[in-house]
């Protein structure tokens, strides 16, 4: 169960400038762990669901539109289950979109070429980055106009990683 609990709050951006996120991993983890001790077969999207509304119960200013996770894993957040919407957070739902999808681009890539992508914590600050580089490489965005680029297969050869962190080599540990 810890394994698990462990595997999946790497999902969950640990991002404490955000007012809502450490108590939503610290509630995931806890409504998670009842979840999988009384049924080990509950699927995480349930626990995920449970701890939303766990959230908005105690704290009715609670918007699950705030929250950085991996959207990909966890799936999203059915509108139903926010505030209604404004323009501010209607733009960060699209922008949410972009990023996993730079993010599935990147699994795709690291797949197909024999790579691992780095712990998820990191990645979502840099799928962000991607988003605002318009897909280009969040660390050098002038210099690489397009990420992946070809250039990360021959880093993580030769340093073990990309220069940005996002790729690593199969022999390398996750960071």
Known sequence: MNRILQDEIQHISPAKA??????????YKMIRRQDLGGNPATKRRESFLRCI?????????????????????????????TRPLDA??????????????VMRRWED?????????ACFRDLIS???????QRAACPCLPRERPLCPCPEAIKECQE???CFCGVFISQGSEVK
């Open 159 to 161: 340093k073990g990683e």
């Open 88 to 101: 501010s957070d209607k733009e960060r739902l699209v922008l949410i979109a972009e990023r996993d999808k």
């Open 126 to 132: 840099r799928a962000s980055q991607a988003v605002e």
């Open 53 to 81: 509304e766990n959230i908005k119960r105690t704290f009715p200013e609670f918007n699950p539109v705030d929250l950085d996770y991996d959207t990909a894993f966890f799936g999203p957040v059915p509108l139903d289950n």
């Open 18 to 27: 955000k007012r809502w996120q450490p108590v939503f991993r610290m509630t």
């Open 109 to 117: 890539f690291a797949e197909r070429n024999n790579l691992k992508l």
